[in-house]
């Protein structure tokens, strides 16, 4: 059984910092790219940032040079890294493996708030 869990998030201001985990079991972790997405209000999900089996990293306009994403494949575990958080960052954060024509079950997601 696919399970997905994010946790990590939180209320921050603007200009600080946020460390995102996702937690992926019931899948072999280390054959999948990963990404991380993010969901606004109102807003649809968008993908900010993945990571391949080989390490190679790809990120969104909007978060390049702010956000890192990492793995760790011994704990099957996908990281992003927020430096620099703007009010604009605010939503709920998930991930998921972008490549998948079906994507694994969605998470809930944990929720950052960027506000002074």
């Known amino acids: 059984q696919v399970q997905i869990v994010e946790s990590g998030g939180g209320l921050v201001q603007p200009g600080g910092s946020l460390r995102l985990s996702c937690a992926a079991s019931?899948?072999?972790?280390?054959?999948?790219?990963m990404g991380w997405y993010r969901q606004a209000p109102g807003k649809q999900r968008e993908l900010v940032a993945r990571?391949?089996?080989?390490?190679?990293?790809n990120y969104a306009d909007s978060v390049k040079g702010r956000f890192t994403i990492s793995r760790d494949n011994a704990k099957n575990t996908v990281y992003l890294q927020m430096n620099s958080l703007k009010t604009e960052d605010t939503a709920i954060y998930y991930c998921?493996?972008?490549?998948?024509?079906?994507?694994?079950?969605w998470g809930q997601g944990t929720q950052v708030t960027v506000s002074s």
């Open positions: 998921n493996a972008p490549i998948l024509t079906i994507p694994l079950p």
């Open positions: 019931g899948i072999i972790f280390s054959s999948y790219t």
């Open positions: 990571i391949g089996s080989g390490r190679n990293t």
